[in-house]
């Protein structure tokens, strides 16, 4: 188990070390998140890299990785508890069987512990000898309101209140990445427990780091073209544009393709490692394909 880094210079060398390429930005706010105990909030289009700065850091503290995947329709049965009322039923039957007529010694032996299906909100409140373990709320704005509010309480005081059996508070608080696309505005009351970083796309030199980091085997012509043309393509009029994830996916596949630089032909061929809408696709063509292209081969830096 690694320590909390102690400052922002060593935050970014953390971060770094494991192949995240943060603006100090980023960074400060991270340290603070991590100095300060309080949950980060991360917004930003899908792609930029939300998701991986949680994983980045349960790798390089040392720390176990709990993951939320939030959804429409999430509630507390899937994301926080439930009851194996299976093993409860069996229980209790075998309880009559033997004779056993205390009703209220019944009730609190099938609410026991071992009766309880820890779902990773509460994981993440158990104590663990790597230390407090890293929570990642994922995409919180795909869940419903109803559920956003459940999670103040874990939030503000990093504990969750069973009502059969008690409430459950961390002996440390788990290190807690909450990310939204903002498909939806969050709440004010959950924003106010946490510090916020909007994280947005990378400048052309930044992208350009992170690709030669992540695609290791690609040629510096190749590298530069690519990040030229997603840079060029996030101008466009797109439904979605291309986020880091999908330029690291697309210098991947050119690398995979042996290709040394960008030519209308590749570039049709492999559209769809950047662009995941067919609308996107269909206006990338001729003429505003050519254009595109050229733009990012003719550009000096690249």
Known sequence: MSQIPASVDATLDLLTSRGYLAERSLATVVYLSLRMGRPLFLEGEAGVGK???AKVLAAALGRRLIRLQCYEGLDVASAVYEWNSA??????????????????????????????????????????????????????????????????????DFQVTIPEFGTVKAPQPPIVIVTSNR???????????????????????????????????????????????????REQDLFKVPGVAETIDWATALTELDARALTPQVVGDTLGALLKYQDDIARMQGPALDKVIKEAVSDPAA
């Open 183 to 233: 498909t939806r505005e969050i709440h004010d009351a959950l924003k106010r427990r946490c510090l916020y970083h909007w994280v947005d796309y990378p400048s052309a030199a930044r992208e350009l780091a992170i690709v030669k980091s992540r695609v290791p085997g690609i040629g510096a012509r190749l590298s530069q073209q690519v990040v030229g043309f997603v840079q060029a393509l």
């Open 87 to 156: 093993a409860q039923m069996i229980a209790i039957r075998l309880a009559e069987a033997g004779g056993e007529t205390d009703r209220d010694q019944l009730a609190a032996d099938i609410f026991a512990e071992k009766y309880l299906i820890k779902r990773p909100l509460l994981q993440a409140l158990e104590p663990d000898v790597a230390g407090p373990p890293v929570l990642l709320i994922d995409e919180l704005d795909r869940a419903d309101e109803a559920f956003e509010a459940y999670l103040l309480e874990i939030l503000s």
């Open 51 to 53: 998701t991986e700065i």
